[in-house]
């Protein structure tokens, strides 16, 4: 309730980085109180977009939280020749690229992954490591990847999470890749 108040101030305070962010959505103001206790999404369109609809949610149109070396690609090629309209793709060469999103409103995590064809090295093997809010020590799956890997299906429980993380790393070689694919958030 901010009725009297001549000014609303949103204040963070950086306690363990160098950035901080803040991302205000759906907010409204109503001066005649006619609309109090309405959810933003009564007064939103109920959330559907063209990235899926209000219960199914396409990972790529999601804003990366953070990352290293990810990347949104269109009409993407996998290590073994097959085609994607669209996916998020990592890549490394000495370091361990990661990307991790914003789960906080889902229950499940469904698509598939693979390596993306700009991996060029073949003697390349690293593992991908898939884990919850900030479980580093913790995967949910754990999985030893090269360029030889077919399309594997993923389909993880991120209920209660408010982050998942896929991160890369290496065993032998210099260069690490991951292509995400088809991947859906549910609610």
């Known amino acids: 309730d901010v009725s009297g108040a001549d000014f609303i101030t949103f204040q963070l305070e950086n306690t363990t980085g160098d950035t901080t962010g803040l ?8 001066s005649d109180g006619s609309r109090a206790g309405a959810s933003p999404a009564s007064n ?3 959330g559907k ?14 804003n990366f939280v953070a990352n290293l070396n990810a990347e949104v690609k269109k009409n993407v090629l996998n290590s073994l020749g097959d085609s994607f309209e669209e996916g998020v793709c990592l890549l490394g060469w000495s370091d361990s690229p990661y990307v991790r999103f914003y789960v906080g ?3 499940r995590l469904t698509g598939n992954f693979s390596c993306p064809d700009e991996l060029v090295d073949s003697e390349s093997k690293f593992r991908l490591s898939i884990y919850l809010d900030d479980a580093e020590d913790s995967p949910v799956q754990t999985v030893d990847m090269s360029r030889t890997i ?3 299906p993923l389909d993880i429980d991120v209920s209660g999470a408010d982050f998942i993380t896929f991160q890369l790393e290496n065993t032998t070689g210099d260069t690490t890749g991951l292509l995400l694919t088809d991947c859906y958030l549910t609610k």
């Open 44 to 46: 939103a369109g109920q």
């Open 23 to 30: 991302l205000l959505t759906d907010c409204l103001l109503y």
């Open 150 to 152: 077919a399309v594997t």
């Open 49 to 62: 977009s063209s990235s899926g609809t209000a219960d199914n949610v396409k990972l790529t149109s999601l």
């Open 105 to 107: 409103d889902y229950e």
